[in-house]
């Protein structure tokens, strides 16, 4: 073999270091999310994409810098079905409006539509549909150094998923209640009180009434 040529081994090798990129993923998703690179595409190292578990206290994720060619997937799950709050606080990805470099947000239960993509303002709060959120970070081909990509708090919320308990059943005694019957004191009549005017007038036959009060006891007077 002369020393311009090389053998099928090297030429392999060689294949596949040009086409070696900095994909990422949490396990099990690189099939559906990875994209299609081409070998002219640099090789960029990258350390980002995980699972990571949410807490119902807020925690705090920072992509770190974005390069040409980035692309990471970060996966955030609830522990047992609860919900999944995410606000992210920064963005700084070149602000065009085809948005090539980006995070992108997918909150909905179905992960196969695109997401929110942000690259020019943060936006507050997302809230899964599910018990998941993923994160895609991507920095284009021609995308220059200098960017830090973003900067994110997340957090569980509601009851999610819980065990039924188990329940103590007590058996007691019924309660008897002895009815009593309340006696009153006797009550009595008050004095009488003054004749009222006649109803008719002088020479008629008339009426006149006084009243008195009953007092005392269940107000019962004999």
């Not at 090389?6 to 990422?24: D, G």
């Not at 999310?33 to 990571?52: F, M, Q, R, Y």
């Not at 019924?174 to 004095?191: D, F, M, V």
């Given at each position: 073999?002369s020393?311009?040529q ?6 392999m ?11 990422v993923?949490?396990k ?29 206290e ?15 997937i ?10 999944v ?15 090539t470099?980006?995070?992108e ?25 599910g018990?998941?959120?993923v ?13 830090h ?26 309660t ?8 009153w ?20 036959c008339?009426?006149?009434t ?10 019962e007077?004999?």
């Amino acid at each position: 073999v002369s020393a311009k040529q090389f053998c099928p081994v090297q030429m392999m090798a060689t294949l596949i270091q040009m086409t070696a990129k900095s994909v990422v993923v949490p396990k099990g998703m690189a099939e559906r999310t990875a994209p299609n690179w081409s070998k002219h595409d640099p090789i960029v190292s990258a350390s980002c994409g995980e699972e990571l578990i949410a807490t119902p206290e807020m925690q705090t994720l920072e992509s770190g810098p974005v390069y040409a060619n980035t692309y990471c997937i970060w996966r955030i799950r609830s522990p047992a079905g609860q919900k999944v709050e995410l606000t992210i606080n920064s963005v700084n990805f070149p602000c065009v409006d085809s948005c090539t470099s980006y995070v992108e947000v997918k909150a909905t239960l179905t992960k196969t539509t695109t997401g929110a993509r942000l690259c020019c303002k943060p936006v507050n709060a997302f809230y899964s549909e599910g018990d998941e959120v993923v994160l895609i970070f991507r920095g284009d081909s021609r995308l220059q150094p200098g960017y830090h990509g973003f900067k994110a708090q997340y957090r569980f919320y509601g009851a999610g998923q819980t065990v039924a308990p188990t329940l103590t059943y007590t058996t007691r005694k019924p309660t008897k209640y002895t009815p009593t019957t309340r006696r009153w004191k006797s009550a009595s009549w008050g004095i009488w009180g003054e004749w009222s005017d006649c109803s008719n007038t002088c020479g008629g036959c008339g009426r006149r009434t006084r009243v008195r009060g009953c007092y005392g006891g269940n107000r019962e007077c004999p």
